[in-house]
T-cell receptor, first 114, second 114 residues
Framework: DSGVTQTPKHLITATGQRVTLRCSPR?????VYWYQQSLDQGLQFLIQ???????AKGNILERFSAQQFPDLHSELNLSSLELGDSALYFC?????????????FGPGTRLTVL | GQQVMQIPQYQHVQEGEDFTTYCNSS?????IQWYKQRPGGHPVFLIQ?????EVKKQKRLTFQFGEAKKNSSLHITATQTTDVGTYFC??????????????FGTGTRLTIIP
């Protein structure tokens, strides 16, 4: 158990819909990262927040957005869903915002778009 | 942006054989981290290398950082079925905000033939 929690574990929805994925970082961690992992693919970095502020952005689509709240939990919003958005979405957390801290990954949310 | 290339993408070995995965970069890396993701699981941090030529061992796993800090390797001696999974390297890259972030390689999926 990494200490990072993600809800829901599974999500099945239809094209065109909007969903929200939730992540609670490890106690004390200030950075939250979102990754997308499609079948047989690597980890595609989406976005990072540090202490409530956006810190780095990867290949995140305009249909996707995220935020980190004052209690440091984060939400990833995916809208106008397409079949290709089906993937495993991981949240990770670390204490600082830099690249020297190990990242602790949550169990992931498996999104299926039908 | 800076990218690390990881090879091979897949590796099938007989149980008891050795296994090696490599990460290569065209630019000097400040650090490199290794993660393991078991099938159906989430990535878990294994180790971080920072110094040129650094070698670290964890039981049957040996991690090495190249002298020029442009490549790294993970070697597993006498593989066991518990070694099955995908191994990712990750290193620092500069984000669109100008600060550093961790970027993951494409991963090497290891399968063991009993």
């Amino acid at each position: 158990d990494s200490g990072v929690t993600q809800t829901p574990k599974h999500l099945i929805t239809a094209t065109g819909q909007r969903v929200t994925l939730r992540c609670s970082p490890r106690s004390g961690d200030l950075s939250v990262y979102w990754y997308q992992q499609s079948l047989d693919q690597g980890l595609q970095f989406l976005i990072q927040y540090y202490n409530g502020e956006e810190r780095a952005k990867g290949n995140i689509l305009e249909r996707f957005s995220a935020q980190q709240f004052p209690d440091l939990h984060s939400e990833l919003n995916l809208s106008s869903l397409e079949l290709g958005d089906s993937a495993l979405y991981f949240c990770a957390s670390s204490y600082t915002s830099g690249s020297y801290d190990e990242q602790f990954f949550g169990p992931g949310t498996r999104l299926t778009v039908l | 942006g800076q990218q690390v290339m990881q090879i091979p993408q897949y590796q099938h070995v007989q149980e008891g054989e050795d296994f090696t995965t490599y990460c290569n970069s065209s630019t000097t890396l400040s650090n490199i981290q290794w993660y393991k993701q078991r099938p159906g699981g989430h990535p878990v941090f294994l180790i971080q290398l920072v110094k040129s030529g650094e070698v670290k061992k964890q039981k049957r796993l040996t991690f090495q950082f190249g002298e020029a800090k442009k490549n790294s390797s993970l070697h597993i001696t006498a593989t066991q079925t518990t070694d099955v999974g995908t191994y990712f390297c990750a290193s620092e890259a500069i984000s669109n905000f100008g600060n550093e972030k961790l970027t993951f390689g494409t991963g090497t999926r290891l399968t063991i033939i009993p």
